[in-house]
């Protein structure tokens, strides 16, 4: 459970930071300390390669693992945030930043933790759109057309990939993040290019 303890301990730090913002701001500072510094050192000191996780819903099981790869990514994520989240501190934003800041966090380690591609779409698509709403927040005099182009690129996107997820699915009758070894070139080409084209449009 190390995995979810940690996206756990995020979303904890996400929903307090966003209380203490109407209580009192010394408390909201120490809340967002805390909880980044926190976040990442329990990352570095209890997450392990290896380490494989299911969260079975009942109607569709979310699957995680640890690999060299996710793990490198987590710890970047973790450090990047941290190093955000403290920056913000000396500017007067309100508190659904913090929630949606520590959410997209969340779920864009969950993102690289996936392992399988159910998993990673569900995931990043919650991560897109925890981060709308920051866009949403925003203050710049053209906020809401940004937010809006951002949310149809996601939705495009999202078609795209779950196109990519079915042919995945059609072709080698799995839905894992690899096992294309016994595809035909073009099949492999096409899973590919529909899986990575909503990254790209999302980028």
């Not at 659904?96 to 380690?109: H, K, N, R």
């Amino acid at each position: 459970m190390w995995n979810i303890n940690l996206l756990t301990i995020l979303s904890i730090g996400g929903v307090l930071a966003f209380v203490s913002h109407y209580l009192n701001k010394g408390l909201k500072i120490a809340i967002v300390i805390l909880g980044v510094i926190s976040s990442l050192a329990y990352a570095l000191i209890n997450i392990r390669l290896g380490d494989t996780e299911l969260i079975n819903t009942g109607i569709f099981a979310f699957s995680f693992s640890i690999t060299p790869l996710s793990y490198f990514f987590t710890i970047l994520i973790l450090v990047i945030f941290t190093v955000a989240m403290i920056a913000s501190l000396h500017e007067e934003l309100d508190g659904t930043f913090y929630l949606f800041s520590f959410l997209t966090t969340v779920f864009a380690i969950a993102s690289v933790m996936a392992n399988d591609l159910l998993t990673l779409f569900a995931t990043f698509e919650l991560m897109s759109m925890a981060s709308f709403f920051i866009v949403l927040r925003g203050y710049l005099p053209d906020t809401h057309e940004i937010a809006f182009k951002y949310f149809m690129y996601s939705t495009f996107g999202a078609i795209f990939y779950l196109i990519g997820v079915f042919l995945k699915f059609y072709y080698s009758g799995n839905i894992s993040l690899t096992d294309l070894s016994n595809l035909a070139v073009s099949q492999k080409t096409l899973i590919i290019v529909t899986l990575a084209l909503p990254f790209i449009i999302k980028i």
